[in-house]
C-alpha cells in the first residue's frame, strides 16, 4: 500500500493580502459614489410621497369643501374628524408615511405666500433651510 502526501492547498498569506487590498481600493471607489446615489433617491422618494399626500388632500377638499387645518394634520386623510360630516375617506390606503428621514411631514393650512396648505420635510438634518441633501422639500398648492 502506498501513501501519498498530499500537499497542502490554500492560499498565502501574501495572496489574501493583494486580495483585500483589492477589495478595499474597489470599496472606497465605489463607496462615495454609492451613498451619494442613496441621498438623491431619498429626496426623489420625499417628492413622491409628498405629491401622493397632495392628491388625497385634493380628494379631502373635493369631498368636504376644504383642507383640513393644521390642527386637524395629514391624519384628517385616515381618521375622521369629529366636526366634518361630508368626509368620505380614508383617502390613503395606509397610514400617514414619515419623510424618508423618518420625521413626519411638515403640514400647514393656510400655506405662505398664499397657497392652500404647504407639505414640507426638512431634509437630511430635519432643520428649516440647508444645502443638498439637508436642503428643505416643499409641495405647495
Not at 486580495?19 to 471607489?29: F, N, P, Q, S, T
Not at 463607496?31 to 422618494?45: D, H, S
Amino acid at each position: 500500500m502506498q501513501y501519498r502526501r498530499m500537499r497542502n492547498s490554500g492560499f498565502t498569506l501574501l495572496e489574501l493580502l493583494v486580495v483585500l487590498l483589492i477589495i478595499a481600493l474597489l470599496a472606497g471607489y465605489v463607496g462615495p459614489k454609492l451613498f451619494g446615489e442613496v441621498g438623491k433617491a431619498k429626496i426623489k422618494t420625499a417628492a413622491s410621497q409628498m405629491k401622493s399626500l397632495a392628491d388625497a388632500l385634493d380628494h379631502y377638499r373635493l369631498d368636504v369643501g376644504h383642507y383640513p387645518t393644521t390642527e386637524q394634520g395629514l391624519t384628517a386623510l385616515n381618521t375622521k374628524p369629529n366636526d366634518e360630516p361630508k368626509w368620505q375617506g380614508p383617502y390613503l390606503t395606509k397610514d400617514v408615511p414619515n419623510d424618508p428621514w423618518d420625521r413626519p411631514y411638515v403640514y400647514r393650512r393656510p400655506g405662505e405666500n398664499g397657497h392652500d396648505f404647504d407639505l414640507i420635510s426638512y431634509g437630511a438634518d430635519g432643520k428649516p433651510g440647508g444645502t443638498d441633501e439637508d436642503a428643505d422639500i416643499s409641495y405647495f398648492q
